[in-house]
């Protein structure tokens, strides 16, 4: 049994610098799991497109009741392969990627196309669609529903990267990460209890001079 997902993203940005930012988007607040990327293999057909493999390293922790399952460095640790073809004529992008570590325990395909939208061409949509299986007996299913929930996640911070590295290509100020936002709100929280906090050891004080 495989589980499908698919989803459509939009990008208010033109297919050209979407395609510029793809080669830019590590490192950026949101992909703190992905640790190296290297080039595998590059060429340009005749036809002018651009073919490319990647290997990236990413952190990537089982859930804890699988750890138990594997070893410790593999269940902290996974190798992606990414290919992609640019092609500049029909204004596409197309990525493939696909993990060669912890395979039994749980395969993730993605299938990418980055095409000028249909409605504005100024923007760029983006076609995902992503397979995730499990062929470990007894927990093929609970590791699928894990994986789907994971990808959905890991859609959403994909596409929030993408937004704060074209934004600091066009020199304009990235928007707050989620982890600078939670850690502002945690600072105004603890200040206020603070002040709180004073405002009854003075009430407190006062009334033991009454």
């Known amino acids: 049994m495989v589980k499908y997902f698919h989803c459509v993203g939009l990008l208010k940005n033109t297919w050209d610098q979407v395609c510029l930012a793809f080669w830019q988007r590590y490192p950026n607040p949101y992909s703190n799991h992905v640790l190296t990327e ?10 002018n497109r651009l073919i490319s493999r990647r290997l990236l390293t990413k952190t990537n922790r089982a859930p804890r009741w699988a750890e138990k399952f594997l070893p410790k460095q ?11 073809i640019i092609d500049p004529k029909n204004r596409t992008m197309t990525t493939v990627t696909w993990n060669i570590t912890h395979a039994r325990l749980m395969s993730v395909k993605e299938h990418c196309v980055y095409a000028v939208n249909p ?6 949509e983006i076609k995902r669609e992503a397979w995730i299986s499990s062929s470990l007996y007894g927990l093929s299913r ?5 994986g789907v929930a994971r990808f959905k996640t890991s859609v959403t911070k994909t596409m929030k990267g993408f937004e704060y590295v074209l934004a600091r290509m066009q020199g304009e100020t990235p928007s707050k990460t989620l982890a600078e936002t939670a850690t502002e709100k945690a600072r105004e929280t603890a200040l206020a209890a603070k002040e709180k906090a004073k405002d009854l050891a003075s009430q407190a004080q006062k009334k033991q001079y009454v």
């Not at 269940?75 to 992606?80: E, F, G, M, N, P």
């Not at 409605?119 to 760029?124: A, C, E, L, Q, V």
């Open 142 to 146: 609970a590791i699928q529903e894990f």
């Open 38 to 47: 290297d080039i595998v293999f590059r060429e340009v057909t005749p036809d």
């Open 119 to 124: 409605d504005n061409s100024n923007w760029t």
């Open 74 to 84: 593999m269940a902290r640790l996974a190798y992606i392969v990414e290919d992609s």
